[in-house]
């Protein structure tokens, strides 16, 4: 993974702060030339990783990679699925059934064998290995070394103590598309806890993790005491605590960290950009402790792979 | 450990399962749900019983509390029911459709002391806290104004028929959008006492609001509106945002941010004269759990605490939720008479 990975709530108004900057960023990112506009611009700061949700702009996106495969020949995109509102919104609409009817392609009752069979047999798994396959379909042929499980569904699970629906997500990202899974969370080391005990070694986990201790259920020091002590690829989110935090004081702190492997953000502007990036790499590299953590992460993460 | 039950798995019903879950001095031990497909996924993927009858659940577990978040219509029987056996209530909002249905099992939750809660979130979201702190404290004088607001995008076309639909059965954008808000100003404001004015209207539903516009006076005097869509799709999710006008000042108040203006600064509170803006950030309670937002963590906790402790809450209690359906059938009542 690289040090650097940039996220696209800006693109769908999602601000965790600010109501009204969400709506400002909604305005600005109105067409899809805006967000390619953005994106050439962290391409231009050397990050090559787009982590994002399979929002239905997205797609379009998609197809911009695609018919320009040499701009984007170092290009990866880290899909994190499923999109939670486009469920939500229509289970609230439509009811549970209708709106798996609605989500799996095809006719889900009858003509597709393994949706119908999985349907009546309530093969809890197959429906989600469907509903993966027709998330992931806008990324065909796009490089796409690791896909997420969102939060809402990943802290669902967890508190649900559903750990086996957990582990076969990770299955199926491995077998069937050759990648790593990785799971979003807002209770990092809960989630550990639970993916060690299914066996799921050395996981990549994205969390919140910042100086005010936002979204990090247990607290800050808790978060702490794991990076510290336990083996796993760590990716900071919401290290800005959605700008709660100066950007200085913000990645000072989160790359004074142990075990973080990369550092996800988000930002609508060039100077936003050049701004994280440059903190990042200035803090990055005045830390011998992050640098030696992620040497060993690297390496570990080959192990992962090649069995 | 305290020993739970939850009836409906719908939305917060499986959300009130996982906190519920999750929770350090809590066993979860039954679900119920009409839905054979939600309740044989409990069935094969966790610890809990599964049951497709109510009555059956609670003759069986020996339950300390349950959560009910069924459709509004079954939240009288199911909450006589759970308190005839002696068992603590959080009930989902809106909390009753009749006022004398809801009058009595405020009465009975009294009678047998049993805790009782509505899960009207807002009251735990650290914006909407501070800003009954900031009233308490006079921080803006006199109030002139109040405008509550909440839009969102659930219904936004022509289709689509679930109990959210039909006012009957506890839908329509008054019971479930206008709810959240009548109850956030009751709470934080005044109780809405007088209605003047009522737009209903009905966008793309057929026979049910999609939008709610009103002018009420408070038991305080003070006066305001209330502006409720649930048909905006300019907005990602719900919308709710509180504006006060004092004579000493503004206050603008949403889920993530206050913006407060003031005459002269107030050393008290350390606010400047003119803008102070604060974010969330500085406000959320800590939780050991998070799904969907603090909020659903902080006030399943509350209930918990309320339960351990022995003691009657002071946060949507089932005299508040009740409070808040007396002034839906007041708006509707207004609405039918002109």
Redesign the interface.
Known sequence: MEKILFGDNQF?????????K??AQ?IKFKDDKSIIKTLDYAMEANINTFMCTTHDRISKICDSIRENPIKYQNFKIYPCLPYA?KY??A????????SLKQFVPGNFMGSMFKGGLAFLG?D?IAIMELLIDAELKIFEKIDTPVIFLQN?VT??L?????D??LLAFHNYIATKYGVEAGFIT??MP?LLDTLERVGIKNPIICSSINK????M???RACYEDVLNEKQFRAIAMQVL????IPPQEAIEYVCSLPNIQSILFGASSKANIIQTTTLIHQFHETNEVFQNVNKKNTESSKVVLTS | MLKAGIVGLGKMGISHAAILGAHPLVDLVSVCDTSSLVLNAFKKYSRVNPYDDFNKMLSKEQLDLVVIATPTKHHYNMTKTAFDRNINVFCEKPFSLSTTEGTELVEIARQRSLVNQVGYHNHFIGTFREVKNLLDNNVIGEIVHFNGEAYGPVVTREKGSTWRSKPSEGGGCMLDYASHLINLIQEIVGRPVKVNGVLLKSIYSGGVDDAVYTLLTLDNSISGTMLVNWSDETYRKMSTSVTLLGKKGKIICDATEIKIFLKEPNKDQKLDKGWNIKYITDYSPVVNYHLRGEEYSAQIDYFIQNIINNQQGTLNTFEQGLYTDKVIEMIYNYDKAN
Request: a negative charge.
């Open positions: 769908f108004a999602i601000n965790h702060i600010s109501d009204e969400s709506r909604s509102h939500a919104n289970v609230t609409e439509l009811g549970l059934t209708n309530k809890y809402v802290d669902l967890l508190g649900l103590g559903m086996e629906i807002m209770n809960k005010l201790g936002f979204r259920a247990g607290g605590a959605a700008g709660a």
